[in-house]
């Protein structure tokens, strides 16, 4: 009877013992010798147990280390003062080295993960190099050229886009693979994202990150093209109640913006032109302001001059239709026919001239 209490209590400290080497094994512990950084706090932004989380770490001549929980591979965030750098991390020792002035291109090692990412950046490194030069002309360009280096601009996007889809057609079950189709579905359609997705393989689509796609997946999916708009309700500028159903039977551009998104403040004209240009043709503009400050929120609406419909709940990103569409960045625009059914997303410049043209007699 002894022994057997003996062997119990073994086999349970070897369990444990299992356990905590388990738990061990599955730590990614991080060593950084960055020259030229100041003594600082630096924050360290990952995911643990399907949830975000951020570490506060103390840097010291340069130097810091962090150690966490990592079963699984996964993009990590470092937030300096004035810049972020991110970098894919997995369970085992790696390094991190660099400079304070070149944050941007920190020397990762010990991450196959991030082997992997820096190999394929480098096949982009001739359409990186020809938007850093665009970059560089922009500033001082005029209205004229800016357009034209957008256009540019926008077929260097599109080619980074093609070479990553094969990337992903080749590598199905790679889980860097499954982060470029995250990264996309950040802003990107569901027309865009679904056929995508539907080339990883099941392998990496169980992961965390994979399900945490799924998911997103699932929330584009509400406004995809023949997507039926959701019959929501919200406060105008006066406090009192606007539902979508008042606008049945009209083609609505739904536009998503705020007083302090610079970019929706410059396509504010543009979208004034377009109203009035067809207003009497049973087209209008409802705005769903991502504002949290009333104040605010109502000043740049006289500012702009912008005599449609606006509504908001001034909850800012939490906004409860922004959240229902996934929509995390802005402007964001749906058009939607008289029967209620989104037909058109993102228009902007002359891309909503050109679809209102179509669509509207």
Known sequence: MKQLFIMAISIALCWGCAQKASEKNNKARVSANIEGLEDMEIFISYRQKGDRK???????????????????????SIMFPNRYSGFFAEKGNIQISGKADALHKLDVTGSE????????YETLKDLTDRESVIFGQYRD??????????????????????????YIEKHPESIFSLNL??????????????????????????????????ERLEVLKRSAIGETILDFTQNDVEGNPVSYAD???????????????????AE?????????????KNFTVLGVSLDDDEARWKKAIEEDSLPWVQVSDLKGFDNVISGYYGIRGIP?????????????KDLRGDELHQKLAEVLP
């Open 54 to 76: 951020t570490d506060t770490i103390q840097v010291r001549d340069g130097q810091f280390t962090w150690e966490a929980e990592m079963p699984e591979p996964q993009k990590v």
């Open 113 to 120: 993960l991030q082997a992997e990412a820096d190999k394929y």
């Open 141 to 166: 360009a005029g209205d004229e050229e800016k357009r034209n280096l957008e256009k540019r601009l926008g077929d260097i996007r599109s080619e980074k886009r093609k070479r990553g889809k094969v």
């Open 181 to 214: 189709v995250s990264d996309r579905a950040t802003m990107g359609a569901y027309e865009e994202i679904k056929p995508l997705y539907d080339l990883l393989d099941n392998s990496v689509l169980g992961s965390d990150m994979g399900k945490r796609l799924t």
């Open 247 to 265: 606008f049945r039977g009209q083609y609505v551009f739904i536009d998503f913006w705020a007083s302090w998104c610079g970019p929706c403040r």
């Open 268 to 280: 504010n004209p543009n979208v004034l032109k377009a109203y009035n240009e067809y207003k009497d």
């Open 332 to 344: 964001s625009t749906l058009l939607v026919d008289p029967e209620g059914k989104i037909i058109a």
